[in-house]
């Protein structure tokens, strides 16, 4: 499995602290693919990696899933979550504010204003920037947490946290957001 990440044999006789911070990654995403656990929960495996090592490491994860084990990917490049996920959780400061399925982004049926923002900010896309900074999670407003950033806000929008509701196919945190 290790050659199949592109790592020696000799790895396995290292200490963390002794690889990279690439290698760590493939080690573990090794370590995922041979074990028995029905859930591997994936925090930024391809950080660090080269382009091809990225595409592979996905394949793989691909391949547990497609073997019945659920993976959860936790990201920052939504390019690498669109390759391989069924369903996409956008998360703004902390807080869950879309669940839509893969197919809604490249299909521009995204629902939460920061959800569209982040797809539009994508260098293929508009690579328009989302003016403003997240909230500081010590003084989190009452409302909205995007209220601050975003172009549909209301008085409505910052008394009280929207709750997550269903619009056809997904999930939204905006009391704005249509079907």
Not at 72 to 93: G, M, R, S
Not at 104 to 120: D, E, I, K, S, V
Request: with cysteine; net charge neutral.
């Amino acid at each position: 499995m290790f050659s199949r990440y592109g790592l020696d044999s000799e790895v396995k006789h290292r200490y963390p602290f002794q690889i990279s911070g690439g290698m760590a990654r493939r080690v573990l995403v090794a370590t995922a693919a041979i074990g028995k656990a029905d859930l591997v929960i994936a925090d930024e495996p391809t950080s660090s990696l080269n382009p091809e090592l990225i595409a592979e490491t996905l394949n793989h994860l691909r391949e547990l899933a497609t073997a019945g084990k659920g993976v959860i990917l936790i990201t920052h490049d939504l390019e690498a979550a669109l390759q391989i996920a069924n369903k996409i959780a956008v998360f703004y400061a902390g807080t869950t504010v879309e669940i839509t399925y893969r197919d809604n982004f490249t299909q521009g049926n995204l629902h939460h204003p920061y959800t569209q923002a982040l797809w539009r900010s994508l260098p293929q896309n508009d690579f328009i920037p989302v003016p403003g900074a997240q909230p500081n999670p010590d003084a989190l407003p009452t409302g909205c947490l995007f209220g601050d950033r975003c172009s549909r806000v209301t008085d409505d929008c910052l008394k009280a946290r929207p709750q997550l509701r269903q619009i056809q196919y997904a999930f939204v945190r905006c009391i704005h957001a249509e079907g």
